[in-house]
């Protein structure tokens, strides 16, 4: 059984910074893909950083050059380091994984999902 466990939300001021972790256990990585979405009270889910088991990676608009995401395969974890955050970043941020080849930032195309984490950024 698949189990994603976010850790590392918090409050914080805009342009200040937070780095968010998954703890996965259940599976490997090889042929899934792992992201981060995230829900803001009143809208729909949506993605922000996916990676491919092979580090092929995909962001949202809204973040490039902003957010970055990564893996460590050997301690099974997912990682989102989140720079110059603004106000409207603020939402629960979720760990998904899926068993897709390519970095889909559709919600609806994982399966996992972790209990998420509260991000809060303050103007």
């Known amino acids: 059984q698949v189990q994603l466990v976010e850790s590392g939300g918090g409050s914080v001021q805009s342009g200040g910074s937070l780095s968010l972790s998954c703890a996965a256990s259940?599976?490997?990585?090889?042929?899934?893909?792992m992201g981060w979405f995230r829900q803001a009270p009143g809208k729909e889910r949506e993605g922000v950083a996916v990676?491919?088991?092979?580090?092929?990676?995909s962001y949202a608009d809204s973040v490039k050059n902003r957010f970055t995401i990564s893996q460590d395969n050997a301690k099974n974890t997912l990682y989102l380091q989140m720079n110059s955050l603004k106000p409207e970043d603020t939402a629960i941020y979720y760990c998904?994984?899926?068993?897709?080849?390519?970095?889909?930032?559709?919600?609806?195309?994982?399966?996992?999902w972790g209990q998420g984490t509260q991000v809060t950024v303050s103007s």
């Open positions: 990676i491919t088991s092979g580090g092929w990676r």
């Open positions: 259940g599976y490997t990585y090889s042929g899934y893909t």
């Open positions: 998904a994984a899926g068993r897709v080849n390519w970095p889909d930032l559709r919600a609806d195309t994982y399966n996992d």
